[in-house]
């Protein structure tokens, strides 16, 4: 009832914005409030997936989907936050849809119980015994290539013409290796899709876009969701062998790569390639193997219950004067099932940076973005540039947030001077630390197996 409820309200919501976006001027903020409207969309769309029964949804898909719900209405409102415009007319629509889907978590909590997230039966799947992913063998319905020997010569083709087909099979691009100059978008109704190319830096994807710099005048200006060279909303996604890159360099300022609200998604053999802001996990459960992740400041953030297992995470050199800081979760409310855990990683600095490394400040592990960030650190290589401190809390969230590190390893990696934050945990017990692995973080014993992405369940078998 508590569900349906804000359905009826998230289709208002959807309404009054579509009728202020139709008559903004078009002066900055114009760009956001067409980005709210789809925020919005968005929302009818996952609130609707917890009541169809065709999904038979988990206890732990409730709670990420509703999740989904608010990092939707956040993101929303910090575009106008970035360009410094107090606008009434959103917190006047929005404000009782927040409340709503805040009511049906918290209910989704209880009913949640004791349930663990390995353990419990876990009906819905993306990946499906009907949408088993077999890297070996896969077989592409697209090819996408530059010199024409393909069915499309661009990306975005390829997945506008996928065709209806059904959900319950996946549908495999391959795209031949190049530098594929495009901004993507795989719409949310593009179910259980791979993209797969030749391998890192070989098959790229690139733009320059931003919001930030010297967009700030423009109607774009503090629009996080155009500036991503790549978007991923189809529920299932999975990419390998592949870069994804945002060249708008350190002074373009807040400039995507990777915006990613897919749900029960996976990137393999990765690079995603960009300064600040780099990847967006935005929202849903998400999985990240053996990628290679770059940036400068805040560079991994969102809303995401994502996990980073045996990445190589580059800090690169940003503009004089300027921070580094990796993560940045934004997990607003403490019933969200999002957080971030990082297990067998490395951070280093990128090439750029290590001739010039002394003339900038150490780099931070994370800082909470919302006030109940939630990152997790262990069994990783962290370099001497990491900051004694090892965190950084710039907007007073250190009582509320839950930041923590386990078994880590390298000369940056000692805790006997980390911050004293009440939400600061140096973790000892193997059975707290267990709480952030795969199997116990985002079920993913029951997914991830589907889509052929090899994983370690628990702390067993690392690289």
Known sequence: MTVQTAIYEAQIVLKRAQDIDSKYPNVPGKSLWASCVDYFDGIVFTLSMVLDHTHQPSPLDVQTWLSAGLANINLCEKGFELINITNTLLPKISTNLT??????????IVIKGGHDSDTHTQKFNFNDEFNVSNLAEERPDIVVAKDGSGDYKTIQEAVDNRGKGTRRRRFVIYVKAGVYKENIVIPKNAWYMTMFGDGMNKTIITSDRHAGGDMLNTPKAGDLK???????WGGGFIARDMTFSNTAGPEGGQALAVLSGSDQSAFYHCSIEGYQDTLLTHHSKQFYKECQIYGTIDFIFGDALAVFQDCEIFLRKPLPGGGLVVTAHGRKYNNESS???????KITAADDLKPVIDQYKKAYLGRPWFPYGRTVFMQSFLDDLVDPKGWLDSWGYNETCYY???KNDGPGSRTDQRVKWRGYHTMTNPKKAECFTVAKFMSGNKWLPATGVPFTSGFENLQ
């Open 99 to 108: 409340a709503l889907i805040l009511n049906s978590l918290a209910i989704s």
């Open 226 to 232: 155009e500036s991503a060279t790549f978007q991923v």
């Open 404 to 406: 923590g590190e386990y």
């Open 339 to 345: 957080g971030y855990s990082l297990q067998g990683c």
